[in-house]
């Protein structure tokens, strides 16, 4: 049997703590390296024997797990909410953690979480991007309407955002101080600006052929929209890797954390260990959603008469999981089922 060691990475800004061991735990190696991707490939290069490797999950771990991943047996990236071996430690160290993450990975015990391949955390990264500059335009407008607000001068508020009003509006401006004029044009041309890039980002995640067609296959269920639907692709990646409704439900965040100890169980609030941009996206399309789709303004109803808005809300937004995980397991564009035991069927199918 070929001789394997295991190799822990404590990955930071400036440097890659590492931990070699053997099968049965004994060191082989410990040191640390330049998180630069010519120094990892250069001490990839000087093991003489294979290895298998465990990061932890953080800011700048992707990089560093696409220089290491052609020259690893296998290399597995961590969840650091469920690393209760480093984070609960007494004593803690880069070398300690390194070592904690060779052992975690001996022992087969790593809580090893899912990596995107790295063109879907590429696409990923601009939608995330275009959240944020969608953020920055409606901080644009919410300044216009409060500097407005604070001269007292009364505008409709449907119209202020439209161009023509807008200039109108500002060219009539009278007993207004010169300032708030200036800062009214500054805000208006940052708005503009935040919104050409969100489309245009947009547009250049359509020009990807595989994505374009998962989106529309996605956006073929009513109450779908273009960014939920990307948000979906990219965010989840494979669907494959949910077993069941009931995990991906999990990760976008709709389901309550449990407890159960000495034969008591407990039902919180909404987990926060989830993927909180889809989430938000989720719950959004979910408060519009029945407004499109009759199936879920039935839903919404229902559930709105067993308890308060946020549940009907959120149960909108599970039955949008099973959908969206419905369309992209079939490859095949959504079709209501036709009874209710066929719409149970098509939405727990794996």
Not at 73 to 80: G, T
């Amino acid at each position: 049997m070929d001789t394997i060691h295991y190799v822990g990475f404590d990955v930071h800004k400036k440097h890659v703590s590492y931990c070699v061991k053997a099968a049965d735990g004994k060191i082989i190696a410990q040191g640390r390296v330049h998180s630069r991707r010519e120094a990892l490939e250069q001490w990839c290069q000087q093991q003489g024997t294979a290895w298998q490797g465990a990061m932890e999950a953080t800011l700048f771990s992707g990089w560093i797990y696409d220089a290491l991943k052609p020259y690893a047996a296998r290399l597995e990236m961590a969840n650091p909410h469920q690393l209760k071996a480093i984070s609960a430690a007494k004593k803690k160290s880069d070398a300690i953690d390194a070592a904690t993450l060779a052992d975690l990975l001996r022992c087969n015990l790593l809580p090893s979480c899912y990596v995107a391949p790295p063109e879907i955390r590429e696409m990923r990264r601009m939608l995330r991007y275009r959240t944020l500059v969608v953020q920055q335009s409606v901080r644009m407008k919410n300044r216009i309407s409060g500097l407005l607000m604070e001269v007292g001068v009364e505008y409709s508020k449907e119209k202020l955002h439209g161009k023509g009003y807008f200039t109108e509006l500002v060219r009539g401006l009278k007993e207004v101080p010169a300032s708030v004029r200036q800062l009214l044009r500054y805000s208006r041309a940052a708005m503009e600006m935040f919104e050409s890039t969100q489309k245009r980002l947009v547009q250049q995640l359509h020009k990807q052929r595989d994505l374009k067609s998962r989106v529309e296959r996605l956006q073929s269920i009513p109450g779908v929209g273009e960014i939920t639907a990307l948000s979906w692709a990219l965010e989840v990646g494979e669907v494959s890797r949910f077993g069941s409704i009931s995990q991906a439900w999990s990760y976008c965040g709709l389901t309550a954390a449990f407890r159960e100890s000495a034969d008591k169980q407990q039902r919180g609030p909404i987990s926060k260990q989830r993927n909180q941009h889809l989430q938000t996206v989720l719950i959004e399309a979910a408060k519009l959603a029945p407004r499109w789709n009759p199936a879920l303004a039935q839903l919404h109803q229902r559930e709105l008469q067993r308890g308060h808005r946020n549940r009907a809300t959120l149960a909108v937004a599970r039955k949008l999981v099973a959908y969206l995980m419905a369309v992209d397991r079939s490859q095949q564009p959504f079709q209501m089922p036709a009874s209710a035991g066929a719409d149970k069927a098509a939405l727990v199918a794996s």
